[in-house]
């Protein structure tokens, strides 16, 4: 039986920014089915608490999605599991410094694998699904697409990529499905770290004075799939304004 509730599926799930949106389409009425790459024991945890306020609302699913066979394999659980998809919310992504004179054809493949070859082919193995519902695609890009990161060349590409796969697909799946992006700002500190002066440079260059919030950006998701109805192809900047002075 098909499932009555909406279906999200979103990648990098378990934690930070795919974590926030799990919970906010899952409070927003959607069943979700939630991807981990090695965070297994966190999207269990979550899936287990979001478990508590509506039974069968969840499936948790892990793959290293640089590996091509794993994408379809993915949404045929998940099609498998809730008889439906109504939103893909590619939001995994890999970030690291490839300086000029370091980089290497490795960290390209890694970079471009998780950045933009994942959420084409997982938008290609969805697209039949969304156009049954009249769904939507969501990718999580950069400001950084548009705006060059030192020593960040070939992340800030991939994301370039992604942006452009917006507009691309945008056109392909219409009028059935939408396809749109955001671009983050300053949300959540790298994992790595910043040093405080880096941060107050970034902070005193927002408009708005602060970092962003993930439940910002998650808020950002669900209005792009259930109200934006009249909105395709588009990029949205969540940055706090920054960069509007350049």
Not at 101 to 114: K, R
Not at 119 to 141: E, N
Request: neutral net charge; proline residues 5%.
């Amino acid at each position: 039986m098909t499932n009555a509730r909406p279906v999200a599926f979103i990648t990098g799930s378990a934690r930070r920014l795919g974590a926030a949106i799990a919970r906010r389409l899952h409070a927003a009425g959607y069943d979700v089915a939630m991807h981990c790459g090695r965070s297994r024991i966190e999207c269990n945890a979550m899936a287990a608490s979001l478990e508590a306020q509506r039974a069968n609302s969840t499936h948790v699913l892990q793959a290293d999605l640089s590996e091509f066979d794993r994408l379809p394999e993915l949404l045929a659980h998940t099609i498998g599991r809730f008889g439906r998809l109504d939103a893909l919310v590619n939001n995994a992504s890999a970030f690291f410094p490839t300086p000029i004179g370091e980089a290497t054809p490795a960290q390209w493949d890694t970079l471009f694998a998780a950045n933009v070859r994942a959420p084409f082919f997982l938008s290609q193995a969805a697209a039949p699904h969304l156009r049954a519902t009249r769904g939507a695609i969501v990718s999580l890009t950069d400001i950084h697409a548009e705006r060059p990161l030192r020593a960040h060349a070939l992340y800030g590409m991939s994301k370039a990529a992604l942006a452009y796969m917006t507009r691309a697909l945008a056109l392909e799946l219409s009028p059935e499905v939408r396809v749109n992006a955001i671009a983050p700002g300053a949300i959540l500190w790298p994992e790595s770290g910043k040093d405080d002066a880096m941060k107050q440079a970034m902070l005193e260059r927002t408009p708005l004075g602060r970092t962003g919030t993930p439940e910002e950006v998650a808020e950002a998701v669900r209005w792009l799939l259930q109200d934006a109805t009249y909105t395709t192809g588009q990029v949205l900047r969540l940055d706090g304004g920054r960069l509007l002075e350049g």
